[in-house]
């Protein structure tokens, strides 16, 4: 079965510094790697993805993600963090056999201090 | 921009009483979820739709739970008999297909069984 560890449950930072947030993942097979964004009394808005390529990712908002398969990782990094920004984040996983039910992490709250 | 819509935002319901959650999704798409969170947890896959049958439901999506799509843009979700556990947010979202696997969500309905 796939699964998620996002293991910090709240991001600090300041604006204008860097931006990580962590994600590990277990999946059989190959994953389908994904980053969701959600803002108070909103759904869960697609940022970006990893399928297959080039390990780093670029997605919205400027955001991007470094797909390591050695370490099962799955990081999110915005190089500048605006205080917008502030939301709670979520690293979702499938595999590529045709599954098609995503395994999300638990989720973590990003605080970016003016 | 195409986007997923669910109504009602927030349903209260008695405790036994059916319900039912519907969703239009993104014209095009293909395959069509409900994943649900209840407060405090992660968000969790309940059943995937795709080429008008059930492809994959989870151990949560039993006897009580049906989907169903009655026209060619509507997708529901019925509860038969809600009990005070089913209180959570629940959230439709659909996809384009295999090549380009990222699920868009709607933005939820908030469901309260009393």
């Known amino acids: 079965a796939q699964s998620v560890a996002q293991p910090e449950d709240q991001v600090n930072v300041a604006e204008g510094n860097p931006l990580t947030v962590k994600c590990t993942y277990s999946?059989?097979?190959?994953?389908?790697l994904f980053w969701y964004v959600q803002y108070p009394n909103r759904g869960l808005q697609f940022l970006l993805k990893?399928?297959?390529?080039?390990?780093l990712v670029k997605g919205s908002y400027g955001f991007e993600a470094e797909f390591n398969k050695s370490q099962t990782s799955f990081h999110l990094k915005k190089p500048s963090a605006l205080v917008s920004d502030s939301a709670l984040y979520f690293c979702a996983v499938r595999d590529n056999r045709g599954n098609n039910r995503l395994a999300f992490g638990k989720g973590n709250q990003v605080v970016v201090i003016p | 921009e195409p986007e997923v819509t669910q109504t009602p935002s927030h349903q209260v319901t008695q405790m036994g009483q059916e319900v039912i959650l519907r969703c239009v999704p993104i014209s095009n798409h293909l395959y069509f979820y409900w994943y649900r969170q209840i407060l405090g947890q992660k968000v969790e896959f309940l059943v995937s739709f795709y080429n008008n049958e059930i492809s994959e439901k989870s151990e949560i999506f039993d006897d009580q739970f049906s989907v169903e799509r009655p026209d060619g843009s509507n997708f529901t979700l019925k509860i038969r008999s809600t009990k005070l556990e089913d209180s959570a947010m629940y959230f439709c979202?659909?996809?384009?297909?295999?090549?380009?696997?990222?699920?868009?969500f709607g933005q939820g309905t908030r469901l309260t069984v009393v």
């Open positions: 990893y399928i297959t390529g080039d390990n």
């Open positions: 999946v059989s097979g190959n994953p389908y």
């Open positions: 979202a659909s996809s384009l297909g295999r090549d380009f696997p990222e699920a868009f």
